[in-house]
């Protein structure tokens, strides 16, 4: 069982649409991620927030939003997407960014499709 | 800069026999290094992480790496495949300062057959 948990597992929508995904944990991790990653490709980092705070946006196009309203919980908001943004997007926590090592757990991620 | 790489997109082995991954990094200073697992439509999992204690590292369902500084390696092994083996596999370096961001190789995919 995985301890990061991603809704949903499965999204389809339009390049009009406006949707959001979501990642929990209750680790008590305080660092979060946002992964992007192609088929058999490795993850690509977007985003990263440390204490709720966005540390790192890895030079991300602004239809990617990402909240993390607190502590357990990291959203990503997404607008007007283009097909090549079909991917999955997995989310990823940790205990802290400045504090080496730190391993990331990762969730199963939410696989996405852009019509 | 830091860079990973894994050599061999694709490894197969039989059941029962060694597998070897081979991961080898590039960093002016040792890293943090990090072996996971992918089965198909799941996340990473974590197989085990180097952190500068022991140069044998041993991990999860089985697996050891071995970090040898000379040649800049961090290679997987197993002694004995078994079928639930067959995934995706990553090697990670993590930055030693700053964000400890990871760095991935490309990924191996081990085919184990019967």
């Known amino acids: 069982d995985t301890e990061v948990t991603q809704t949903p597992k499965h999204l389809v929508m339009g390049m009009t649409n406006k949707k959001s995904l979501k990642c929990e944990q209750h680790?008590?991790?305080?660092?979060m991620y946002w992964y992007k990653q192609k088929a058999k490709k490795p993850p690509e980092l977007m985003f990263v927030?440390?204490?709720?705070?966005?540390?790192i946006n890895e030079s991300v196009p602004s239809r990617f939003s990402p909240e993390c309203p607190n502590s357990s919980l990291l959203n990503l908001h997404l607008h007007a997407l283009q097909p090549e943004d079909s991917a999955l997007y997995l989310c990823?926590?940790?205990?802290?960014?400045?504090?080496?090592?730190?391993?990331?757990?990762f969730g199963d991620g939410t696989r996405l499709s852009i019509l | 800069a830091q860079s990973v790489t894994q050599l061999g997109s694709h490894v197969s082995v039989s059941e029962g026999a060694l597998v070897l991954l081979r991961c080898n990094y590039s960093?002016?200073?040792?890293?943090?290094l990090f072996w996971y697992v992918q089965y198909p439509n799941q996340g990473l999992q974590l197989l085990l992480k180097y952190t500068s204690a022991a140069t044998l590292v041993k991990g999860i369902n089985g697996f050891e790496a071995e970090f040898k500084k000379s040649e800049t390696s961090f290679h997987l092994t197993k002694p004995s495949a078994h079928m639930s083996d067959a995934a995706e596999y990553f090697c990670?370096?993590?930055?030693?300062?700053?964000?400890?961001?990871?760095?991935f190789g490309t990924g191996t995919r081990l085919k184990v057959l019967a």
């Open positions: 680790m008590g991790h305080r660092a």
């Open positions: 990823a926590s940790s205990q802290g960014i400045t504090r080496a090592p730190q391993p990331q757990h």
């Open positions: 960093s002016s200073v040792p890293p943090y």
């Open positions: 927030y440390s204490y709720e705070k966005l540390s």
């Open positions: 990670a370096v993590s930055s030693t300062s700053g964000t400890y961001k990871y760095i």
